[in-house]
């Protein structure tokens, strides 16, 4: 069974920065490096969001509130997928979660097959 462990959380103040990572295996059947990986996060209260992705290629997409300050990568090697956060605000406070998908690479959580349980990040202004 697919075990996904965020880590890197915690908190920052209003224009900080912090790397999440996310280390996964078990792909029973599946290569890590073929999975599109992708970030979510869920405030309080709100529904759980893309932030950003990443497919098999490289390729990758984010989420509007975070372009340009959000970078998703990964290292195939170590089953490994990151998210570089910079220039951190109050509204990014939120639990995150990284999620595997085996065929649709998108923003859209109803596409990923596994999940992690969440590491939380806290901005402060």
């Known amino acids: 069974q697919a075990q996904l462990v965020e880590s890197g959380g915690g908190s920052v103040q209003d224009g900080g920065s912090m790397r999440l990572s996310c280390a996964s295996s078990?792909?029973?059947?599946?290569?890590?490096?073929?999975?599109?990986m992708g970030w979510f996060r869920q405030a309080p209260g709100k529904e759980r969001e893309g932030v950003a992705a990443i497919s098999s290629d490289g390729s990758t997409s984010y989420a509007d509130p975070v372009k340009g300050r959000f970078t998703v990568s990964r290292d195939n090697a170590k089953n490994t997928l990151y998210l570089q956060m910079n220039s951190l605000k109050p509204e990014d406070s939120a639990m995150y979660y990284c999620?595997?998908?085996?065929?649709?690479?998108?923003?859209?959580?109803?596409?990923?097959?596994?999940w992690g349980q969440g590491t939380q990040v806290t901005v402060s202004s």
């Open positions: 999620g595997a998908a085996r065929s649709l690479c998108a923003l859209a959580q109803s596409g990923y097959n596994y």
């Open positions: 078990g792909y029973t059947g599946y290569t890590y490096s073929k999975l599109c």
